[in-house]
């Protein structure tokens, strides 16, 4: 039976329409040796058994952070999850179909989202926030086009300390609408200078704290911004640190935007992880995604419904702000349930925690004779210069211990500066280790 709804004749009115001539001609793009049909040569099937058996062995070939002394950072954070969070997660009241379109068989899940947007407008400062994105770097990317079609105008300009990936994904997303996108200055002590900006300027995106660990001045980059009429974006991959500092609403940004992988979700190799976005409520109509609303239903009760969702999905294309077609619902539902486990009182005492523990590291690390080359304040991440970096980073890797992400794998001039995270999952006789080795 055929799934293809289309009969040929449609299929070459179609084809005729677009001036080619075969299906095949749309996919000239793709490099010849990547479309080859050859025959896959796998070995022989495996029974359940054996196969579970190999798949085991090819993961133990990893170096996970449960497995390691890591002080690895970067946008990926490994904090300790609560036992709480999967159990709640995988009740059965949270299985739901997968949008929450009828609000009357969705409450729980739709009270959930409302929930989550609300502890993120806490802790943004904000008015309004969405039901979650992808992950930071699409949120950053959605926060640069919502500012693109705010303004009206085409230039923004990215910090340096912006998470280099992040830049990527802004690159791509803006590409299309004919934006324009300029680096930055960095001040020596290794924040953003935010100084002269052009009088076209869309907005500025600096990252909260740095990629460098730097904690930038926000109220400082939301003056400049109003200047010339711009917005001021910020960025935060580590949210734990939204926390401690002061919330970006109340420096003067507009759009606050960033990762909340930090909040309850595993490290998972990379993903699913979850982006968050939140603004001033004057700017609602432009939000990306979805967003839900507290009403009463027709007997006067609390109940939860999806206020705007102005995605193409649903309504004219040239009329949606974003192509986003969902929310990140089960690693939302953990954020959920993290932060209300935590509170605003245990939030904040885990970020002293890991903020002592970055002083206590940066302290060592100097005392062992090593150089930080930043001399602003930082949160839980920093950068330090190791001589012969590379063939140190492999010897403690050996030992068990990731002592942070060489730099230089990302800018060659930054080969010998190592980027260090602590998080309350490194003890200090970790960091003790971690200073001898380095300089052994």
Do not use: W
Not at 56 to 83: K, M, Q, T
Not at 262 to 270: A, D, E, R
Not at 284 to 300: C, H, M
Request: aromatic content about 6%.
């Amino acid at each position: 039976m055929s799934y293809v709804p289309h009969t040929p004749d449609e299929i070459h009115t179609m084809l005729e329409c677009i001036g080619v001539s075969r299906v095949e001609d749309l996919f000239d793009t793709i490099p010849r040796s990547l479309r080859q049909r050859a025959e896959l040569k796998l070995p022989a099937p495996l029974s359940e058994r054996s196969l579970l058996a190999y798949v085991r062995a090819r993961a133990e070939l990893n170096l996970s952070a449960g497995r390691s002394s890591s002080f690895l950072g970067a946008g990926a954070y490994h904090h300790f999850i609560p036992a709480t969070v999967d159990a709640l997660v995988s009740r059965g009241e949270f299985a739901t179909a997968y949008t929450p379109y009828q609000a009357e068989v969705s409450q729980g899940t739709l009270q959930a989202i409302f929930e989550f947007q609300t502890m993120i407008c806490q802790l943004t400062g904000l008015e309004v926030a969405n039901a979650s994105l992808y992950d930071g770097g699409s949120a950053a990317a959605e926060a640069a086009l919502m500012a693109l079609r705010l303004t009206h105008r085409k230039r923004i300009y990215l910090s340096p300390a912006l998470h280099p990936h992040y830049q990527q994904v802004i690159r791509t997303y803006t590409r299309g609408v004919g934006a324009e996108l300029e680096l930055l200055p960095a001040e020596t002590d290794g924040r953003t200078a935010t100084t002269e900006l052009a009088p076209d300027t869309a907005a500025v995106i600096l990252q909260q704290p740095g990629f460098f660990g730097c904690i930038e001045d926000l109220a400082r980059a939301a003056e400049c911004a109003r200047e010339v009429g711009a917005l001021c974006i910020s960025v935060t991959p580590e949210p734990l640190a939204l926390a401690l500092l002061r919330p970006p609403g109340e420096l003067g940004v507009d759009i606050a935007c960033g990762e909340a992988q930090g909040f309850g979700v595993p490290l998972s190799f990379g993903g699913p992880y979850i982006g968050f976005l939140a603004a001033r409520q004057k700017f609602v109509r432009q939000l990306p995604g979805r967003l839900i609303g507290e009403t009463v239903d027709s007997e006067g009760q609390r109940a939860f419904v999806m206020t705007l969702t102005t995605r193409e999905q649903h309504i004219r294309r040239e009329r949606a702000t974003s192509n986003i077609c969902t929310n990140q619902g089960l690693c939302m539902l953990r954020v959920t349930i993290y932060l209300a486990l935590l509170g605003r009182k245990g939030l904040r005492s885990l970020a002293e925690i890991n903020l002592s523990l970055a002083t206590y590291a940066k302290s060592k690390l100097q005392q062992a004779g090593l150089r930080l080359p930043y001399s602003a304040p930082t949160f839980n991440e920093f950068v330090v210069e190791v001589p012969d970096l590379e063939a140190r980073h492999a010897a403690l890797v050996e030992q068990g211990i990731v002592p942070g992400l060489p730099l230089g794998e990302l800018d060659p001039q930054r080969r010998d500066q190592l980027l260090v995270c602590t998080t309350e999952m490194n003890s200090r006789e970790d960091i003790d280790r971690l200073a001898r080795e380095l300089t052994a």
